[in-house]
Nanobody
Framework: QVQLVESGGGLVQAGGSLRLSCAASGAIFRINYMAWYRQAPGKQRDLVATVFTTGSTRYADSVKGRFTISRDNAKNTVYLQMNSLKPEDTAVYYC??????????????WGQGTLVTVSS
């Protein structure tokens, strides 16, 4: 099976920083993209940032200029550097990846989530 494991969440005061990591493991042929989503209590899960194989990145408007997504292809790991954190960033952050198992078969994998709490 394919597993995504997040780490790096925790409690931080407003204005602080955290770096989230997500490592993919299992029968992986290739990872096409990796992304971070977040879900606050009582709200839907929203896309935060995506990094593609080409290195192209996309960010939600709410985090532009504050968050940076990066990917280490050799380690099948994606990072989310979060700076200038705000209370509204509080959420469970989920790692997501488009994983190829073969040259034709793939799946969309999810991590278990890591909680980020930003206090004011």
């Amino acid at each position: 099976q394919v597993q995504l494991v997040e780490s790096g969440g925790g409690l931080v005061q407003a204005g602080g920083s955290l770096r989230l990591s997500c490592a993919a493991s299992g029968a992986i042929f290739r990872i096409n993209y990796m992304a971070w989503y977040r879900q606050a209590p009582g709200k839907q899960r929203d896309l935060v940032a995506t990094v593609f194989t080409t290195g192209s990145t996309r960010y939600a408007d709410s985090v532009k200029g504050r968050f940076t997504i990066s990917r280490d292809n050799a380690k099948n790991t994606v990072y989310l550097q979060m700076n200038s954190l705000k209370p509204e960033d509080t959420a469970v952050y989920y790692c997501n990846a488009g994983v190829l198992l073969t040259n034709t078969d793939g799946l969309n994998a999810w991590g278990q989530g890591t909680l980020v709490t930003v206090s004011s």
